[in-house]
């Protein structure tokens, strides 16, 4: 059973710029949740998908956008980067039955650092 | 909205000694309640939930969290540290009903072990 992968791990860009970020979720979980970590934060919901949907979304502006694969696998999209984009990104995949999730099993994070 | 409050941003504890971390939420109902563990450059790994039922779960690697309803409540606990717990604690809800990987984060509380 293979874990939660992001990539990259690491990742500099410049302000304006467009990143994607991507993450493989657990062996048989069908959720994806992404949050954004900046320094000495905890982590904070950005969105969720399902079946290939967004299924909730944090306080996030519309440059920050996703997509799920028919595999479960995960995007992350920021256009128009900003300064403040810079953090760490995690992935959380879970697996959905009904309306409630069982364990978050997070990955790694990919590190952003926009100059 | 939602909220979680760790009031303690870094505590030091010796190694053999016990361990409290607090953690304080705000939510109009009783939520799920989580505490995760984060080491320095990696995800986020689960050390216990509370769902319902008995208000004092036992987690992994020793730790142990008591809900208390009326002071909105669950804190962490954990009788004799280790050196290898060292690393950032959060705390995390997320509504009843709803699922986990929508949760909302405390801002850690980052535990050092003095030898």
């Known amino acids: 059973e293979t874990g939660v992968t992001q990539s990259p791990t690491h990742l500099i860009k410049t302000r304006g710029q467009q990143v994607t970020l991507r993450c493989s979720s657990q062996?048989?979980?069908?959720?994806v949740s992404w949050y954004q970590q900046a320094l000495g934060q905890g982590p904070q919901f950005i969105f969720q998908?399902?079946?290939?949907?967004?299924?909730g979304r944090g306080n996030f502006p519309p440059r920050f956008s996703g997509l799920q694969f028919p595999n479960y696998s995960s995007e992350l999209n920021v256009n128009a980067l900003e300064l403040d984009d810079s953090a760490l990104y995690l992935c959380?995949?879970?697996?959905?039955?009904?309306?409630?999730?069982?364990?978050?099993?997070f990955g790694e994070g990919s590190r952003l650092t926009v100059l | 909205a939602q909220s979680v409050t760790q009031p303690d941003i870094h505590i030091t504890v010796s190694e053999g000694a016990s361990l409290e971390l607090r953690c304080n939420y705000s939510y109009g109902a009783t939520p799920y309640l989580f505490w995760y563990v984060q080491s320095p450059g990696q995800g986020l790994q689960l050390l216990l939930k509370?769902?319902?039922?008995?208000?004092l779960v036992q987690g992994i690697k020793g730790f142990e969290a008591e809900f208390k309803r009326s002071q909105s409540s669950f804190n962490l606990r954990k009788p004799s540290v280790h050196w290898s717990d060292a690393a950032e604690y959060f705390c995390a809800v997320a509504p009843v009903n709803t699922n986990a990987g929508k949760s909302t984060f405390g801002d850690g509380t980052t535990l050092t072990v003095k030898p």
């Open positions: 959380a995949s879970s697996s959905r039955t009904g309306g409630n999730t069982g364990e978050l099993f």
């Open positions: 509370y769902f319902s039922g008995d208000t």
């Open positions: 062996s048989g979980h069908n959720t």
């Open positions: 998908y399902y079946r290939e949907e967004e299924n």
